[in-house]
């Protein structure tokens, strides 16, 4: 509208406007700011990117001058971290401060809950941020917080919100991520729960969760050369956000359990009662729209985590192919990976590389030029000089299967393994397995063979391993005799495409 | 009222009568003539059982002869096995023929459900019973008509009824029971579920399904002499039944799950809304007060259950210190079962005696007038002959700590142990053990000792076994290290006796 509103649902209901917190507008408000920026940035077009500007103005008018709106801060986090896209590519420094407004102002006033069942943890209102210690409530709005936190963090230099991030960050993934880098352990609130919970086909694991970290995990790196980072936007593309859409790209999961069992959703024979399971297949719409487009635009984004150029120092973040320019410098990056280690980078105008060590590789062998490489680690980045204007650094990871154990404290992955080889979390399919996956046990020299399915187009695993003998006793005092099976897994992100069948990444 | 009809809340609102079939009028009228009977027998005085001779014969006026009622058989079963004590004190066949009518009845024609949510299966009429294979629908209702059934096939002789309740019973303890002889898997609709599918924490196990198997179990006993049926009063008894009530006799359970996780409770930070969790403590009061009462009368008729005679031959059922006289023979038994299995008998004019076998124990010695007994072993009972008027007989039961398997279709117990001492099944309580219970590994020939608990007049164990070292990391390829810890276990009976803490059955 005139004063520069732009939300087709309240333009029709003005007296609504800034009412609920609840409404999402400024959650709206920030994709559409995301979107005129991107849009910007790929085709020089800036008449979407001055309408947001305009909108933007006018929420700081209203949020910050004239405190007309029925609350402070956004129900439903993501222009925060809009703000700053805006700022970067506008230069206009009231978007930023609008940001740092949204964020300093949270936890530091009462405010109305979204919903009269969700508290303050739900809307990360319970604490003033810089104090919050824990990542909690509705998992995409907390992460799309931590995500502007870590924006303003870098823009401002402030290092008090810089270890807040870094707080809440260090107990994400290392008490409240599945290892597929979701994140929300509840439906109920699609929230984080408490450390360690992670139920498996119980799980609820979001999609746009997911991202979120990522975006999370990428601004930190900017704070922090700490492979840490960069393993989790890794964690998360190759196996939580991935899961969230159809091998043919047509369907999507809002939700990604590590466990699917079609069998609890006809347990209760006699009553048409129902738990609430997870669904087993993709869907192509959902009412609540938000994880489809945000695979889309997270997969079309994907270049923007491979490099990253500070102090002449070119740091490879991922491994994808891929050519980069950035003034006169120039890389070129061959690889095959994820279903090698192997990475190829020539480079010109780079004297000095920076390469991240994944966390699932032991070994590595670095070449330059053809001469083996001495580099020096530092937080998982492997520093090399390059003495050549061009350079050609042959990169070779070991990229075996690897056991997996969850710590101790999960309960739900008590006495139970999964399987990684490289990034890639494996998960176990009915349809691949014509027997039990509840009691598999797991050689720790485990024998297998790696195949490519056309099917899936991915690489397949074949593991032996051991199940116990088929009883008739429902108890026994005898301990189980074991027989030998040859495990079929596939990658998470691959699963229930083939249809409803049983599914598990801990087994 | 004048035509018989005995239902207090029904009497004021006669035109009520009979409509609704999930009203449990004919429940009610079952229980009513259960305590009538027990009333005449223990006092002789007949008045209450007259009351219930006018009501019976009104129940089978309306159903059987007059089809006044808007449903042909009982919302929830009970009145079935009442009718036939009610004919075992009368001797008037006309209510054995009421309990055959609805027995018979049931499935045959298509009857309302009791509520929109539940269907036939919840109220076992979606078969005729005869033709039934599995435990359906709702375990107290089911539990009690398979009882009813096994009594009508011992009255009637009935084989085909038999062969039915045979089936059945195998479906349950073979596929659908928890160790500790609770039934019914689900909260929703209070019932039997799927073969295998056994949860802990989400389990329902109503006390009175417990106990309405022991009602079963008790009365298959009467058509077969099979250990098995014995050794699932024994289960029941020592087990789901008794965890329904506290140490000091003053709260109960309905339902008996067999793991609590107080921390359940607590996870959904960021909302009210709440998961369905059981309860963690017993309760003085319920609103639906069925278990509390059957639990009390259980007990009490407990002596019911150690011993029948039939072709001059003494069974012993159960090992439980009593004195027994019927017509010219008696027996004497004492002993401190389950403390151990050490039991002394004293018989007078018995020439042939069955000692039941129970399934956890693998040696027993047997002495008949201090010499070592020869006896014949037919489907789990021991048979004697004895010489003298005069024996006494003395059986040495080995009773060790043993470690028991579900079979692997369960997927709630996979590489889950759970420990038994005789017929005690034993669980795990946070207040005793200061470690994780999740990650527990036994020995296979497992260090023990047994400790008398005065504190819950119990033999407790205590157990050597391994738990993981704590870590800090999330997720590792790096197998666990194992450090020693004692496990204490209490009898699962005594669990939630000391203040809300973590309690597991299968460790």
Not at 96 to 109: A, C, N, V, W
Not at 203 to 222: K, S, V, W
Not at 318 to 337: G, H, P, R, V, W
């Amino acid at each position: 509208s005139e004063d520069g509103y732009f939300n087709s649902h309240f333009l029709r209901k003005p007296e609504e406007r800034w009412k609920n917190r609840e409404d999402h507008e400024l959650y709206c408000a920030g994709h559409l700011m995301e979107a005129a920026v991107e849009y910007y940035k790929a085709t020089g077009k800036d008449k979407f990117l001055k309408l947001m500007q305009d909108y933007a103005d006018y929420i700081y008018k209203v949020f910050v001058i004239e405190d007309l709106a029925a609350f402070k801060t956004p129900g439903h986090e993501e222009i925060e971290l809009a703000l700053v896209k805006l700022y970067d590519v506008t230069e206009n420094k009231k978007y930023l401060e609008l940001s740092k407004y949204f964020i300093d102002t949270r936890g530091t006033i009462e405010e109305p809950y979204i919903l009269e069942k969700y508290n303050h943890y739900n809307i990360q209102d319970h604490l003033p941020v810089r104090q919050q210690k824990t990542a909690e409530g509705h998992s995409v709005r907390a992460s799309y917080l931590y995500s502007g936190m870590a924006d303003i963090a870098v823009k401002y230099n402030d290092t008090e919100l810089f270890e807040a991030c870094k707080t809440i960050f260090s107990n994400i993934v290392n008490k409240r991520m599945y290892i597929t880098g979701g994140t929300g352990s509840s439906h109920l609130g699609e929230a984080f729960t408490l450390d360690y919970d992670l139920p498996n086909s119980k799980g609820y694991a979001e999609t746009c969760a997911a991202i979120a970290l990522a975006f999370f995990a990428q601004r930190m790196l900017l704070l922090e050369k700490n492979s840490v980072y960069a393993d989790t936007v890794e964690r998360v593309m190759y196996n939580g956000m991935l899961s969230g859409i159809s091998l043919d790209g047509k369907a999507f999961f809002y939700e990604n359990p590590l466990e699917i069992q079609p069998v609890l959703n006809k347990r209760n024979v006699s009553t048409t009662f129902t738990e609430r399971n997870p669904i087993t297949q993709r869907k192509e719409v959902f009412s609540c729209s938000c994880c489809p487009p945000n695979v889309i635009r997270f997969i079309g984004a994907i270049n923007g985590y491979i490099y990253s150029y500070e102090q002449d120092i070119l740091f490879i973040n991922q491994y994808i192919s891929s050519e980069m320019l950035y003034e006169n410098i120039q890389a070129d990056m061959k690889t095959d990976f994820p279903s090698s280690g192997n990475v190829s980078i020539k480079t010109k105008n780079i004297n000095q590389i920076a390469i991240r060590k994944p966390y699932w590789c032991t070994d590595v062998d670095i070449k330059v030029n053809g001469n083996d490489a001495i580099y020096t680690l530092e937080k998982g980045y492997m520093y090399l000089g390059l003495t050549e204007t061009n350079n050609t650094i042959d990169i070779k990871m070991d990229m075996p299967v690897r056991l997996v154990r969850s710590n101790p404290k999960v309960h739900e992955d008590s006495k139970k393994t999964a399987v990684m080889r490289g990034p890639i979390v494996y998960c176990a399919e009915g349809i691949d397995n014509d027997f039990p996956l509840n009691q598999i046990l797991f050689n720790e020299k485990c024998e297998y063979k790696v195949n490519k399915s056309n099917d899936l187009d991915a690489d397949i695993l074949k593991l032996r391993v051991k199940i116990p003998k088929e009883s008739d006793e429902l108890y026994t005092f005898k301990p189980f005799e074991y027989i030998d099976k040859e495990l079929t897994l596939i990658p998470f992100y691959c699963f229930a495409n083939r249809g409803e069948t049983e599914m598990r990444v801990w087994l």
